[in-house]
Protein backbone atom coordinates (compact mmCIF):
# COMPACT_ATOMS: atom_id res chain seq x y z
CA UNK A 1 0.00 0.00 0.00
CA UNK A 2 1.09 3.65 -1.39
CA UNK A 3 2.07 6.06 1.61
CA UNK A 4 -0.54 8.44 2.23
CA UNK A 5 0.30 11.86 2.95
CA UNK A 6 -1.35 12.37 7.29
CA UNK A 7 0.31 16.19 7.57
CA UNK A 8 -2.23 18.29 9.01
CA UNK A 9 -3.59 21.17 7.47
CA UNK A 10 -5.31 24.76 8.81
CA UNK A 11 -8.78 23.36 9.22
CA UNK A 12 -7.53 20.19 10.79
CA UNK A 13 -5.38 22.27 13.42
CA UNK A 14 -8.03 24.94 14.06
CA UNK A 15 -10.91 22.24 14.68
CA UNK A 16 -8.61 20.09 17.00
CA UNK A 17 -7.35 22.76 19.13
CA UNK A 18 -11.24 24.15 19.38
CA UNK A 19 -12.26 21.00 20.45
CA UNK A 20 -9.29 20.10 22.75
CA UNK A 21 -9.15 17.01 20.64
CA UNK A 22 -5.99 15.66 19.50
CA UNK A 23 -5.89 12.28 18.19
CA UNK A 24 -3.38 11.96 14.92
CA UNK A 25 -5.90 9.15 13.34
CA UNK A 26 -8.79 11.31 13.07
CA UNK A 27 -8.14 14.23 10.39
CA UNK A 28 -10.37 17.20 9.93
CA UNK A 29 -10.78 17.58 6.02
CA UNK A 30 -13.40 20.48 5.34
CA UNK A 31 -14.74 23.08 7.09
CA UNK A 32 -17.69 22.58 9.38
CA UNK A 33 -21.50 22.92 7.45
CA UNK A 34 -24.81 22.82 9.14
CA UNK A 35 -27.68 20.59 8.52
CA UNK A 36 -30.59 19.15 9.53
CA UNK A 37 -30.45 15.09 10.27
CA UNK A 38 -33.46 13.42 11.69
CA UNK A 39 -35.45 17.10 12.58
CA UNK A 40 -32.13 18.01 14.81
CA UNK A 41 -30.39 20.94 13.58
CA UNK A 42 -26.16 19.98 13.50
CA UNK A 43 -22.67 21.85 13.08
CA UNK A 44 -20.89 19.15 11.64
CA UNK A 45 -17.40 18.98 11.51
CA UNK A 46 -16.82 16.20 8.59
CA UNK A 47 -13.23 13.94 9.41
CA UNK A 48 -11.69 11.39 8.36
CA UNK A 49 -10.47 8.38 10.51
CA UNK A 50 -6.94 7.04 9.02
CA UNK A 51 -4.37 4.05 9.24
CA UNK A 52 -0.98 5.75 10.26
CA UNK A 53 2.01 4.65 8.07
CA UNK A 54 3.61 3.51 10.92
CA UNK A 55 1.08 1.07 12.37
CA UNK A 56 0.56 -0.44 8.49
CA UNK A 57 4.02 -1.40 8.48
CA UNK A 58 3.57 -4.05 10.93
CA UNK A 59 -0.21 -4.58 10.42
CA UNK A 60 -1.31 -8.37 9.20
CA UNK A 61 -4.39 -9.03 7.95
CA UNK A 62 -6.95 -10.60 10.68
CA UNK A 63 -8.24 -13.45 8.30
CA UNK A 64 -4.95 -14.76 6.34
CA UNK A 65 -2.12 -12.98 8.12
CA UNK A 66 -0.92 -11.57 4.90
CA UNK A 67 1.06 -8.20 5.01
CA UNK A 68 0.39 -6.03 1.82
CA UNK A 69 -2.69 -4.10 1.34
CA UNK A 70 -4.78 -1.80 -0.60
CA UNK A 71 -6.79 1.43 0.05
CA UNK A 72 -10.82 0.77 -0.38
CA UNK A 73 -13.18 3.43 0.49
CA UNK A 74 -14.48 4.34 3.31
CA UNK A 75 -17.15 3.19 5.85
CA UNK A 76 -21.01 5.15 6.19
CA UNK A 77 -20.23 8.62 7.94
CA UNK A 78 -20.87 8.51 11.37
CA UNK A 79 -22.39 10.96 14.01
CA UNK A 80 -20.10 11.50 16.82
CA UNK A 81 -21.71 13.94 19.27
CA UNK A 82 -19.27 16.81 21.31
CA UNK A 83 -20.27 19.86 23.67
CA UNK A 84 -22.45 22.49 22.32
CA UNK A 85 -20.91 25.49 20.83
CA UNK A 86 -23.88 27.27 20.46
CA UNK A 87 -27.63 26.66 21.83
CA UNK A 88 -28.92 26.88 17.98
CA UNK A 89 -27.30 23.62 17.06
CA UNK A 90 -26.51 20.58 18.34
CA UNK A 91 -22.44 19.95 17.62
CA UNK A 92 -21.00 16.44 16.36
CA UNK A 93 -18.14 15.20 14.30
CA UNK A 94 -18.89 13.35 10.89
CA UNK A 95 -16.86 10.72 11.08
CA UNK A 96 -15.82 7.80 8.36
CA UNK A 97 -13.12 5.64 8.58
CA UNK A 98 -10.76 4.42 5.78
CA UNK A 99 -11.01 0.48 4.59
CA UNK A 100 -8.34 -1.64 3.39
CA UNK A 101 -8.70 -4.60 1.77
CA UNK A 102 -6.17 -7.48 1.49
CA UNK A 103 -4.17 -8.44 -1.45
CA UNK A 104 -4.06 -12.05 -0.75
CA UNK A 105 -7.23 -12.74 0.44
CA UNK A 106 -9.50 -9.81 -0.60
CA UNK A 107 -11.02 -9.08 3.04
CA UNK A 108 -11.92 -5.72 4.37
CA UNK A 109 -10.83 -4.37 7.42
CA UNK A 110 -11.35 -0.45 8.78
CA UNK A 111 -8.85 1.70 10.27
CA UNK A 112 -10.70 1.52 13.84
CA UNK A 113 -13.59 -0.23 15.15
Given at each position: MTSLNY???IIDSTVKSCLNYHDPHLIFDDEPYK???RG???LLFPATVYFLPQEL???RCHNCGFTSFYRNGFTPMHLIKVPSVNSTY???IAARS??????NCNSTQKAFS
Open positions: TTNDTLTKYADFQTAARIRCR
